[in-house]
């Protein structure tokens, strides 16, 4: 069985400095993973993804994670917020052999001028 | 490529009412979501279609939801009747079959609210 869990329901941060959302998983296979973003009214759009290849991943809009096994972990960042960041973010994963797509409850990220 | 595309946009019945959401996915992607995220918190699976057969609906409300999908392409979500706890985004999405590594892609949802 697999989940995600986000740490964070909610990250204040000021334009300018620097973003982090964690997230952790449980998988009993190699798993994928993803950070999905979703402004107001809007659908979700794919920030990045991870698939076995470099445990480094950069995404859109400047954002990256990195996968750290030994921790079960996929924590997003970037080094410097902009107000059109703030979002609804979700940490989603998917095993290996398996089509599922099993969400995190989310975190909502402010950025304050 | 042409998106996910779903409608309506936005609904508004009353409860015991009976509701349907309509979903066409992008060409070619053999998979199939249904999800219902209720405000404030994640999207929450309802179904799962691989082609038009069902791969999960372990989550969905059986006695009130009912979900096809027609020749393995377009698919409706109904309610029928309708809680005012099923006030929620359904949001449909769809992905490429081969590779787990395949992201999916999602529509803009239908927003419903019960009265």
């Known amino acids: 069985a697999q989940s995600v869990t986000q740490l964070d329901s909610h990250v204040s941060v000021s334009e300018g400095t620097p973003v982090l959302l964690r997230c952790n998983y449980s998988s009993s296979y190699s798993p994928s993973l993803f950070w999905y973003v979703q402004h107001p009214n809007k659908g979700l759009q794919l920030l990045l993804k991870?698939?076995?290849?470099?445990?480094l991943v950069k995404g859109i809009n400047g954002f990256e994670a990195e996968f750290k096994k030994s921790e079960t972990s996929f924590h997003l960042t970037k080094p410097s917020a902009h107000m059109s960041d703030a979002a609804e973010y979700f940490c989603?994963?998917?095993?290996?052999?398996?089509?599922?797509?099993?969400f995190g409850k989310g975190t909502k990220l402010s950025v304050i001028p | 490529e042409a998106g996910v595309a779903q409608s309506p946009r936005y609904k508004i019945i009353e409860k015991r009412q009976s509701v349907a959401f309509w979903c066409n996915p992008i060409s070619g992607h053999a998979t199939l979501y249904w999800y219902q995220q209720i405000l404030g918190q994640g999207p929450k699976l309802l179904i799962q279609?691989?082609?038009?057969?069902?791969?999960?609906d372990s989550q969905l409300p059986k006695d009130r939801f009912s979900a096809e999908r027609l020749k393995g392409v377009d698919s409706t979500l109904k309610i029928q009747p309708a809680k005012l706890e099923d006030s929620a985004v359904y949001l449909c999405?769809?992905?490429?079959?081969?590779?787990?590594?395949?992201?999916?892609?999602f529509g803009q949802g239908t927003r419903l609210t019960v009265v």
């Open positions: 999405a769809s992905r490429r079959r081969t590779g787990v590594d395949t992201e999916a892609f």
């Open positions: 989603v994963v998917s095993e290996a052999g398996s089509y599922q797509l099993t």
């Open positions: 991870y698939t076995s290849a470099a445990t």
């Open positions: 279609f691989q082609n038009n057969g069902v791969v999960d």
